[in-house]
């Protein structure tokens, strides 16, 4: 035998006083130590929240113009007497909403269709898109619902609608498409190049790949994006007041003209936000059904 199979075993080296020492096979004394660590962070979180906010609270409610503030602003009686008036008019925002995003999501696709088309004879309608996309992306909303809403109709061109809806609507689907056009062209260029290669080798036309192969992948890539885009069109309709469209903006201010109380502000806030907040929270929950759909597939 040798020396070193004469060796004693060397004794562990001991821990200090009171360290805990968690191996690579005991996951649940880590996990229970950090699950503790959480749960404390969002306790120590909340209370944050709760103290600001009654800190706040308390700051604006002794403050000595709050009195003033709370009847400018928040008076029950002009909110009662305003909210039919305001509510009308909601409804119009509505459907002003809703008709600019149907056209929105159609014109917005065409154009992101013809900025993908491959050959030299789609260059002309590449460049075209192109040109529309940084066009309109690069005016602020306003001041295209400005030069068309005034500037248009001032032309007297016959045969050319002069209604302010009209060209507000307008202005919304140009503006908008041109963002919405590169959502669906981020969608286009995400599916792989493979899905393409495989429908020409099936004998499909380019337009066949897009509409069968491509498209339906690439819609489903962007619709969280999308939904996004609709919560701030259901905002964006609101613009449109500016060229005198009675909506709900419009017809607040119309309320604060006549009684120089700006309640009826808070109204029309509020009936955005019981149609805004519920689309976002759809939009989250169908981001977060998408995204585990997906992890799952993986698996």
Do not use: C
């Amino acid at each position: 035998m040798t020396d070193t199979d004469n060796r004693e075993p060397a004794e562990a080296p001991e821990l200090p006083a009171g360290s805990r020492f968690v191996s690579s096979g005991s996951p649940g004394l880590f996990n229970g130590l950090f699950g503790q660590s959480g749960s404390k962070s969002a306790l120590m979180a909340f209370s944050s929240t709760v103290l600001f906010l009654v800190v706040a609270a308390v700051i604006i409610l002794n403050s000595d113009a709050w009195p003033k503030v709370q009847n400018q602003f928040l008076n029950w009686e002009h909110f009662k007497a305003s909210f039919p008036d305001v509510l009308a008019a909601f409804w119009l925002d509505m459907q002003m909403f809703v008709v600019a995003e149907v056209l929105i999501l159609s014109f917005a696709l065409l154009v992101a269709v013809l900025r993908v088309l491959r050959g030299p004879a789609f260059f002309p309608l590449r460049i075209l898109s192109t040109i529309y996309i940084d066009l309109f992306r690069g005016v602020p909303l306003l001041l295209v619902i400005f030069l068309l809403g005034f500037g248009v109709p001032a032309l007297d061109i016959p045969g050319v609608p002069k209604s302010p809806m009209f060209w507000g609507i307008v202005s919304l689907v140009l503006s908008y498409s041109a963002y919405t056009a590169e959502v669906y062209r981020s969608g286009l260029e995400s599916v792989h190049e493979s899905q393409r290669a495989a429908a020409r080798a099936l004998g499909l036309t380019q337009w066949q790949a897009l509409r069968f192969a491509i498209l339906p992948q690439a819609i489903r890539n962007v619709v969280p994006a999308l939904l996004n885009g609709l919560v701030s069109l259901q905002k964006d309709v609101a613009l449109i007041s500016v060229l005198g469209v009675r909506e709900a903006v419009r017809e607040a201010e119309i309320y604060k003209a006549r009684t120089f109380n700006y309640t009826s502000l808070l109204v029309a806030a509020i009936l955005f936000l019981i149609v805004s907040v519920p689309v976002a929270r759809i939009a989250d929950w169908y981001t977060a059904r998408d995204r585990r759909a997906r992890t799952k597939g993986l698996q």
